[in-house]
């Protein structure tokens, strides 16, 4: 799907999300003898991306893209954004959860597999349902607008992807 200009950096954002997801289930299907190891890793790796680049991102999305967006359409009467929000809440939590246990050596399976799903879903919701409904509603030059606005948060959170 074609995306408008402004939301490149989001869109792109979620490819890279994607595929953190996709080394997490590959670790997560290897057989038992190696896959805590692997996981451990996985998990790791995830959790510098989240710092270097996720934690901004939902900023980007809270900060920036809904308020925009808010300026048309009641955000709390769109259940996707509603799920969005909440789905970025379950996100924090996990990832917290997985860092703690990271620092005692350990990992929930259970939790990065949560985490994999939830963030597999999240993405696929904003791609396909709130990113068109965003592009239908925001007119060109609001577009534009909030694209500034997307790359002076991403410049001053110094996210590198």
Same mark, same amino acid.
């Given at each position: 799907?074609?995306?408008?200009?402004?939301?490149?950096?989001?869109?792109?954002?979620?490819?890279?999300?994607?595929?953190?997801? @996709?080394?997490?289930?590959?670790?997560?299907?290897?057989?038992?003898?190696?896959?805590?190891?692997?996981?451990?890793?996985?998990?790791?790796?995830?959790?510098?991306? @989240?710092?270097?680049?996720?934690?901004?991102?939902?900023?980007?999305?809270?900060?920036?893209?809904?308020?925009?967006?808010?300026?048309?359409?009641?955000?709390?009467?769109?259940?996707?954004?509603?799920?969005?929000?909440?789905?970025?809440?379950?996100?924090?939590?996990?990832?917290?959860?997985?860092?703690?246990?990271?620092?005692?050596?350990?990992?929930?399976?259970?939790?990065?597999?949560?985490?994999?799903?939830?963030?597999?879903?999240?993405?696929?919701?904003?791609?396909?349902?709130?990113?068109?409904?965003?592009?239908?509603?925001?007119?060109?030059?609001?577009?534009?607008?909030?694209?500034?606005?997307?790359?002076?948060?991403?410049?001053?959170?110094?996210?590198?992807?």
């Amino acid at each position: 799907m074609k995306r408008h200009a402004s939301l490149h950096p989001l869109s792109q954002h979620h490819h890279f999300a994607l595929i953190q997801v @996709w080394e997490l289930r590959r670790a997560l299907k290897l057989p038992a003898a190696e896959r805590q190891k692997h996981v451990r890793t996985v998990a790791r790796k995830f959790v510098r991306f @989240w710092k270097n680049a996720g934690q901004i991102h939902f900023r980007e999305e809270e900060e920036v893209l809904l308020p925009a967006y808010a300026r048309h359409r009641r955000l709390d009467e769109d259940a996707n954004v509603m799920r969005m929000l909440a789905e970025h809440a379950i996100i924090r939590g996990l990832i917290s959860s997985i860092a703690a246990s990271l620092e005692q050596g350990e990992v929930s399976e259970d939790d990065v597999s949560k985490l994999a799903q939830t963030l597999h879903d999240h993405v696929r919701v904003e791609e396909n349902e709130i990113f068109p409904r965003i592009e239908k509603t925001l007119s060109e030059d609001e577009m534009r607008a909030m694209g500034k606005g997307l790359h002076r948060l991403h410049k001053k959170g110094e996210c590198a992807v």
